[in-house]
């Protein structure tokens, strides 16, 4: 169970363009779901927290008119980067948190974004 | 040995080994603490996790011992696998908050 699926797994895009990743809890209810970004041989760093329902919560840094997130219903988060570029490429990772127990988190497999 | 690379510190074992990848927490006030697995181009894999109430925690072949009054954290992995080889993050969480802050991480080679 706490199974997290992300979509597209990669993404290939030129520079301007905007891409939409999607993050789906499958087997539960997600009240709150993450997103991070993970440079190479780096560490995980949170971007956002996304409450199903609400305006996600913007970590220090990351631009919210760039970095969209839509969380409109309990099992779906998306992450729309716009106007990519180059230095936006990445891995995308979010996790699920289960309703009530947010320490909780459970990982999804990442979406690698690579802009030209 | 272990050593520092520009990004993440390496530690290197033979199997059979056990290993012992540590964490240096920053904030006193973290009271959950976690550990991850990561394969390269994947997401974090829950191992094992500990509350600030405990100084030791075992699961399957891992051990978690955590040392509040250094903010120290460490995990043991006995005999050690050619699959055990990944990266390996540390999170810390605050009672009442929801996010966790990761850790720099560990990448741990297992060779045969």
Known sequence: ????????SWVICKSGTSVK????????????????????????????????????????????????????????????????????????????????RTTEQFFGPGTRLTVL | ??????????????????????????????????????????GPQFIIDIRSNMDKRQGQRVTVLLNKTVKHLSLQIAATQPGDSAVYFCAENIAGYSTLTFGKGTMLLVSP
């Open chain 1, 1 to 8: 169970g706490a199974v997290v699926s992300q979509h597209p």
């Open chain 1, 21 to 100: 990743i999607e993050c789906r809890s499958l087997d539960f209810q997600a009240t709150t779901m993450f997103w991070y970004r993970q440079f190479p041989k780096q560490s995980l760093m949170l971007m956002a927290t996304s409450n199903e329902g609400s305006k996600a919560t913007y970590e220090q840094g990351v631009e919210k008119d760039k970095f969209l997130i839509n969380h409109a219903s309990l099992t779906l988060s998306t992450l729309t980067v716009t106007s990519a570029h180059p230095e936006d490429s990445s891995f995308y990772i979010c996790s699920a948190s289960l309703s009530g």
């Open chain 2, 1 to 42: 040995g272990e050593s520092v690379g520009l990004h993440l510190p390496t530690l290197s074992v033979q199997e059979g080994d056990n290993s012992i990848i540590n964490c240096a927490y920053s904030n006193s006030a973290s009271d959950y603490f976690i550990w991850y697995k990561q394969e390269s181009g994947k």
